[in-house]
T-cell receptor, first 117, second 117 residues
Framework: GAVVSQHPSWVICKSGTSVKIECRSL??????MFWYRQFPKQSLMLMAT?????????EQGVEKDKFLINHASLTLSTLTVTSAHPEDSSFYIC?????????????FGPGTRLTVT | AQKITQTQPGMFVQEKEAVTLDCTYD???????LFWYKQPSSGEMIFLIY??????QNATEGRYSLNFQKARKSANLVISASQLGDSAMYFC??????????????FGEGTQLTVNP
């Protein structure tokens, strides 16, 4: 079964509004989670690393004031797209590393498809 | 900086035949991990196979095998006995650090595989 969930799976919002996306690790604790963005027919691009109890680390070119990340607990990270615009329409995927006993496996959430009208 | 290259934007294979998806990488790290993921049209990322940089044997998982050539910095995915359900986007990805590292993944551009009946 799924070990990382995302909510919502899809969302449509109007330009200028904010949207919150949740990423949850279901049966393990994740001190770190990763947020990726994927445009159609393109690869996954890392946006930021979410760290439990501390500030997120953003990749170059990603506006931290626009993409707010909060990792308030060991099982939940949230990504808030503030003042969304049509160019923010994309597929947002989170992942969390989970120790399997021999390596850290990366578990991905099912993704959230954001459409900004 | 890490870099993953997938030079085949699209590949076609006949059902029941084998297919090789290419992946080359560049890193200065001695310890790293290589992953292959399948992404169907639903968007979920499905883990297929993993190869650690110190693993001497090529990884295998059912119909999937990884042809790891460290000196050439290549990690090609071989799918044997292709099935119609294998049609999807395939991503090669690399993790910085060894197995105990839960760090983020860098993805290649992806290869769209189409299996023909």
């Amino acid at each position: 079964g799924a070990v990382v969930s995302q909510h919502p799976s899809w969302v449509i919002c109007k330009s200028g509004t904010s949207v919150k996306i949740e990423c949850r690790s279901l049966d393990f604790q994740a001190t770190t989670m990763f947020w990726y963005r994927q445009f159609p027919k393109q690869s996954l691009m890392l946006m930021a690393t979410s760290n439990e109890g501390s500030k997120a680390t953003y990749e170059q070119g990603v506006e931290k004031d626009k993409f707010l990340i909060n990792h308030a607990s060991l099982t939940l990270s949230t990504l808030t797209v503030t003042s969304a615009h049509p160019e923010d329409s994309s597929f947002y995927i989170c992942s969390a590393p989970r120790w399997s006993g021999s390596l850290h496996e990366q578990y991905f959430g099912p993704g959230t498809r954001l459409t900004v009208t | 900086a890490q870099k993953i290259t997938q030079t085949q934007p699209g590949m076609f294979v006949q059902e029941k035949e084998a297919v090789t998806l290419d992946c080359t990488y560049d890193t200065s790290d001695q310890s790293y991990g290589l992953f292959w993921y399948k992404q169907p049209s639903s968007g979920e990322m499905i883990f297929l196979i993993y190869q650690g940089s110190y693993d001497e044997q090529n990884a295998t998982e059912g119909r999937y095998s990884l042809n790891f050539q460290k000196a050439r910095k290549s990690a090609n995915l071989v799918i044997s006995a292709s099935q119609l359900g294998d049609s999807a986007m395939y991503f090669c990805a690399m993790r910085e650090g060894g197995e105990t590292s839960g760090s983020r993944l860098t993805f290649g551009e992806g290869t769209q595989l189409t299996v023909n009946p």
